[in-house]
């Protein structure tokens, strides 16, 4: 059964940062690709970030220059870091695998972590 | 590209078929999927390419659709698909999700 168990996240100051983990059981994050997507409150989702198998990554125009996404393989974790933040990255957040069928993976999420809540405020 | 789902609300009493639509800015092909979010919960794939089932979702879920125009049908509703559905493209960057259907009970 594939898990993805989330932990990090809490209350920051505008400009300040966090990192937030995900780590992968039943799956291999490398072998995957890992997205994180974001949820504000009573609102819609908005994708986030990608990283590729190959390690190459992408990340929406709202969190370029200011969020990185990586990986551990040892740890097989998923992590956000996100520098500069700002009140509205405020939003429940998500990791997510990409579905894979056959030999063919789709940029849609077929495993979602629990999400973790971040929260921007002074 | 911009998905815009309509209605927003959904008021049905189970047993009843729900009709959940989704539009697209521009033609997606067929690079849709629909998911099922429950308060407090992660979103849950229901529908892939339009109209894949994802695995272990009832066959009372089915997508179709293609270009612009895509729906969500739930044949005969359930208590437990009392719920918001998502739709989301892959056709192009950024991944983009419509608003949401939320499926109330009437």
């Known amino acids: 059964e594939v898990q993805l168990v989330q932990s990090g996240g809490g209350l920051v100051q505008p400009g300040g940062s966090l990192r937030l983990s995900c780590a992968g059981s039943?799956?291999?994050?490398?072998?995957?690709?890992m997205s994180w997507v974001r949820q504000a409150p009573g609102k819609g989702l908005e994708w986030v970030s990608v990283?590729?198998?190959?390690?190459?990554?992408q990340h929406a125009d709202s969190v370029k220059g200011r969020f990185t996404i990586s990986r551990d393989d040892s740890r097989n974790t998923l992590y956000l870091q996100m520098d500069s933040l700002r009140t509205e990255d405020a939003a429940v957040y998500y990791c997510a695998s990409h579905l894979v069928e056959g030999l063919t993976t789709y940029n849609f999420f077929d495993s979602w972590g629990q999400g973790t809540l971040v929260s921007v405020s002074s | 590209i911009v998905l815009t789902q309509s209605p927003d609300t959904l008021s049905l009493s189970p047993g009843e078929r729900a009709t959940l639509s989704c539009r697209a800015s521009h033609s997606i092909n067929t690079y849709l999927a629909w998911y099922q979010q429950k308060p407090g919960q992660a979103p849950r794939l229901l529908i892939y390419e339009a109209s894949n089932r994802a695995t272990g979702i009832p066959a009372r879920f089915s997508g179709s659709g293609s270009g612009t125009d895509f729906t969500l049908t739930i044949s005969s509703l359930e208590s437990e698909d009392f719920a918001v559905y998502f739709c989301q493209q892959r056709r192009t960057w950024p991944l983009t999700f419509g608003g949401g259907t939320k499926i109330e009970i009437k």
């Open positions: 990283i590729y198998r190959g390690g190459g990554t």
């Open positions: 039943g799956l291999s994050v490398s072998g995957n690709y």
